[in-house]
């Protein structure tokens, strides 16, 4: 059985061969000098899953250090585009940015075109402070406290703080007053609920953090929330969040010790958590 397909247009095979052109070059470049190169891409600002024709934006998974900028609000507010599942379009991270004092950029202005650089800034200097330019992307999405109304929208969860990320203090909590603390031993163990179905997590031993644990108070709830990100996951849940059932908490951070077993005595002690 023969099947046919119509010849493309000259307008459509001229357009293919100009986005594989640019993504070729863009990847040439990048490969170039890999060690010591990021490219932080604004993903858009139409407020919807990113384009799948947008390049380089819509290749940026294929390398470890492209990232796509989305601009957003500490309040789970996201003006710029999203990751488009469907089309396996990822954007990474979600940053703050305005426009300038300089005509004809109004101060109030912003836009991922905005968000983008204030994430290059922050990279350029960890790569001054010796991080290599491949290992960036997971430093960049790891490097934010998760919000629960963002969800999968966009990798990291939660809003771009430069602070942590420069920081780069490995497991460590944040505590109830805005302290960032290293952990020198952690034992951490607790139940959740997502969707109806009871989620536990232990710490292991990684040498960088895989979990981003957030605690905030339950709406409409007495109850405790956490919100999880996992940098990896066998059950494809990198994202979850939920009122906490049960917890176990021993951080020690020099001499400063967080000690519970109470959920509602969490948010007295810390408010966020890596390991």
Same mark, same amino acid.
């Given at each position: 059985m023969q099947s046919s397909v119509e010849a493309p247009t000259p307008t459509a095979l001229a357009d293919l061969v100009a986005r594989c052109t640019q993504i070729d070059r863009f990847a040439l470049q990048l490969t170039?000098?890999?060690?010591?190169?990021i490219a932080a891409l604004a993903a858009?600002?139409? /407020?919807m899953p990113a384009s799948p024709v947008l390049l380089p934006q819509a290749e940026a998974f294929r390398w470890e250090n492209v990232v796509n900028v989305t601009h957003g609000r500490p309040d789970g507010t996201i003006d710029g585009d999203t990751t488009n599942e469907g089309y396996k379009v990822i954007v990474n991270v979600i940053a703050p940015g305005c426009g300038y004092?300089?005509?004809?950029?109004?101060?109030?202005?912003?836009?991922?075109? *905005?968000?983008?650089?204030?994430?290059?800034?922050?990279?350029?200097?960890?790569m001054l402070q010796g991080l290599p330019a491949p290992s960036l992307k997971r430093a960049l999405t790891a490097s934010s406290e998760p919000i629960s109304t963002i969800?999968?929208?966009?990798?990291? /969860? /939660?809003? *771009?703080?430069?602070a942590l990320f420069l920081l780069h203090p490995g497991p460590h909590v944040v505590s109830a007053e805005g302290a960032y603390l290293s952990l020198s031993s952690l034992t951490f163990k607790m139940t959740y609920m997502y969707? /109806?179905?009871?989620?536990?997590?232990?710490?292991p031993a990684p040498t960088e953090p895989s979990y981003v644990v957030a605690f905030h108070a339950c709406e409409n709830s007495p109850d405790v929330c956490a919100?999880?990100?996992?940098?990896?996951?066998?059950s494809g849940l990198f994202f979850t969040f939920g009122p906490i059932k049960t917890v176990t908490l021993?951080?020690?951070s020099g001499q400063q010790r967080f000690q519970t077993n109470d959920a509602a005595a969490l948010l007295k002690l810390i408010r966020l958590i890596t390991f």
């Amino acid at each position: 059985m023969q099947s046919s397909v119509e010849a493309p247009t000259p307008t459509a095979l001229a357009d293919l061969v100009a986005r594989c052109t640019q993504i070729d070059r863009f990847a040439l470049q990048l490969t170039a000098a890999e060690e010591s190169r990021i490219a932080a891409l604004a993903a858009g600002n139409a /407020g919807m899953p990113a384009s799948p024709v947008l390049l380089p934006q819509a290749e940026a998974f294929r390398w470890e250090n492209v990232v796509n900028v989305t601009h957003g609000r500490p309040d789970g507010t996201i003006d710029g585009d999203t990751t488009n599942e469907g089309y396996k379009v990822i954007v990474n991270v979600i940053a703050p940015g305005c426009g300038y004092t300089t005509p004809p950029l109004a101060q109030d202005e912003n836009g991922s075109s *905005f968000a983008s650089p204030y994430v290059a800034t922050a990279a350029w200097i960890r790569m001054l402070q010796g991080l290599p330019a491949p290992s960036l992307k997971r430093a960049l999405t790891a490097s934010s406290e998760p919000i629960s109304t963002i969800g999968e929208k966009v990798e990291s /969860g /939660g809003l *771009f703080d430069p602070a942590l990320f420069l920081l780069h203090p490995g497991p460590h909590v944040v505590s109830a007053e805005g302290a960032y603390l290293s952990l020198s031993s952690l034992t951490f163990k607790m139940t959740y609920m997502y969707k /109806g179905t009871e989620i536990s997590i232990t710490n292991p031993a990684p040498t960088e953090p895989s979990y981003v644990v957030a605690f905030h108070a339950c709406e409409n709830s007495p109850d405790v929330c956490a919100i999880v990100r996992r940098s990896t996951s066998t059950s494809g849940l990198f994202f979850t969040f939920g009122p906490i059932k049960t917890v176990t908490l021993d951080a020690l951070s020099g001499q400063q010790r967080f000690q519970t077993n109470d959920a509602a005595a969490l948010l007295k002690l810390i408010r966020l958590i890596t390991f």
